[in-house]
């Protein structure tokens, strides 16, 4: 089997703080990858170090088989990342955002065009299209930055905290959103919300203090703990971990 | 150039220009001042020997002064980006180190341009009013040699808006904004003030990006050689730290 992600005792430390820990996995392609953890756990610099924005300490990540320890170059044009703050240029409109990231990645004008009238129709923006980005409201800012990765025809999608700070009908408006790109891309989600991974994912790894506790599909994390749902298992696995410390 | 450049550098510009703030500092604010200070030169008696604000010292002075506020709009862009998580995401992108610094600069560029015939134009205008006639090689070479010290004023922005955070990075460009006014021969006679000011003054790149312009609207072409070198080295050597620090900041922040 070709993996989208191999990621081979990855560690990441910040002077005495591991932040990743020597964590191993691996991501089929066109899966929906869920890293389950509190804050602090590592998912976020797990995310960075997949994308080249921060550089491991100790092991690697293959991405497409590509080194990013050695290829990055050649890696970041495979993926795209929409991250946790909000991250569109301000005073460029919707439309402008999503022309502006394909072009950046190599499109001609007219194919950056293209995709972006796509995303717009996939994504239902047609009503926000000349708005400002700062303007938006959290929801539209969240979806837009989805779009702004996906327009770049990424082969793997990084989703830092989608739906963080969204009230509950933004979130699961964006829920469908991503459930909509499922099996089209490879998506990596971090998330501290347990339902959302339940919701969301084919395969769930809970991460605490930097380490991967446990990863398979929802079912398998459920009948290895005995939990009847995942934010059950989620703290056996957790307590679990603090008890053998 | 690579067209990620420009992709990044038209995306730069559209920020630039859809701030107000562009426009009333970079484009109504030198003109303003030219008025209000051509207004101001005609209540100076002619036996006080002032020329300072006779329209053809004047245009050089704000000429330059207006520049300054190009830093102030350079290092507001960068830091802005900095501070938010848009240039993070730039960072997983294809664009590369030298490719951020030559996009923040050429729209820049062209905004100080468009700044510069502004101010020069309506320096021609009110020169009619003021019975004075620029020679317009004169004035089209003072012009140019505004290039350095206006790339000297996009390098500072670079510089404090890679360094300071969006907070500090404007309040120290205000700082050498109001340096370049006081040392850079705009509001007051330097060659008659002479002493220790006007040393200070001869070292720095401002007044001598002022003089150059001047000289060269006299028709002193030979003169303005010495003032330019001096504001070119001075733009060579902040530009290329800006450069070097934005990438080293860039490496850090992906460390």
Redesign the interface.
Known sequence: MEYAIEIKNLSKSFSSKKAVDDISCKIEKGQLFSMLGVNGAGKTTTIRLI?????PTGGDVLVYGKSVNSQM?EI??L???S??????????TVW?NLV??A????FSKADAEKRARKLVEDFSMESELNT?AKTLSGGWQRRLSIA?ALV?DPKILFLDEPTLGLDVLARRELWTVIRSLKGKVTIVLTTHYMEEAEALSDRIAVMTKGKIRAEGTLDELLSATGAPNLEEAFIKIAEEDKNNV | MS??VM??S??NL??LM??PLSYIFCIGFPVVMLIVMTAVNESIPPQAGMTVFQIQNLSGGIAVFGLSFVMLFTCMTVSKDRS???L????????KGAEYVSGYTLPVMVIAAVQTVITAAASVVIGIFQDYTFDFVGLICGMLMLIPIAVMFIGLGLLFGTIFNEKAAPGLCSIIISLAAFLGGEWMDIEAMGGTIKKICDILPFYNGVKAMRFCVAGEFSEAVTPLLITAVYAAAVFVLAAVCFSKKMKS???
């Open positions: 994308t080249g924005l921060s550089k170059e970041k044009p993926l795209n990342l991250p946790q703050e909000n991250a569109a240029a301000g005073a460029l402008e502006f990231m072009r950046l990645y190599g400002k702004m770049t | 067209d990620r992709i990044f038209q995306r559209k920020e859809r701030d938010g998580a848009f993070r995401r730039l960072y997983a992108s294809p664009l922040d992906i460390r």
